[in-house]
């Protein structure tokens, strides 16, 4: 009997292992969360009974937790949640459609140039006439 090794057809989303068989991207993440939760553990432990402190301590580990483990489509939580917001909180809701046209541009454009040529045609036909004296 041979043996089978089963092989990704995309490589691309194949990841180096690095300890315990997890990325560096989740060691990092356990690492800090456990930095956090550990200390804020013991911390409430002597405030309150184990079990609040549990429960709290998995409350704070937990955001660590989707931050290592979760991603969709290759994009990991944080880049998902900062397109959420931008695309809730911060884009305007209602986009217009606009165009630039060329020719409105042209337009504008020599209307601003016959604006200014009768404003100096004004100042130099001011200047050329001379108060009258009494």
């Known amino acids: 009997?041979?043996?089978?090794?089963?092989?990704?057809?995309?490589?691309?989303?194949v990841k180096s292992k690095i300890l315990f068989n997890l990325t560096k991207r989740q060691l990092i993440?356990?690492?800090?969360?456990?930095?956090?939760?550990?200390?804020?553990?013991?911390l409430l432990k002597t405030l309150g009974t184990t079990s609040m402190a549990v429960i709290c301590m998995?409350?704070?580990m937990l955001p660590f937790?989707?931050?290592?483990?979760?991603?969709k489509d290759g994009q990991p939580l944080e880049k998902i949640a900062?397109?959420?917001?931008?695309?809730?909180?911060?884009?305007?809701?209602?986009?217009?459609y606009r165009t630039n046209n060329?020719?409105?541009?042209?337009?504008?454009?020599?209307e601003v140039e016959r604006e200014i040529e009768h404003v100096l045609q004004a100042a130099?036909?001011?200047?050329?006439?001379k108060p009258e004296r009494r």
């Open 102 to 110: 060329y020719y409105a541009a042209l337009i504008r454009q020599a």
């Open 29 to 42: 993440c356990f690492g800090a969360g456990a930095l956090i939760g550990v200390p804020s553990f013991f």
């Open 58 to 60: 998995m409350v704070i």
């Open 1 to 13: 009997m041979a043996a089978y090794i089963p092989v990704p057809r995309d490589l691309t989303r």
């Open 124 to 129: 130099s036909g001011a200047v050329k006439k």
């Open 82 to 96: 900062k397109q959420f917001i931008e695309a809730k909180f911060v884009r305007p809701k209602v986009r217009p």
């Open 65 to 71: 937790f989707f931050l290592g483990m979760y991603e």
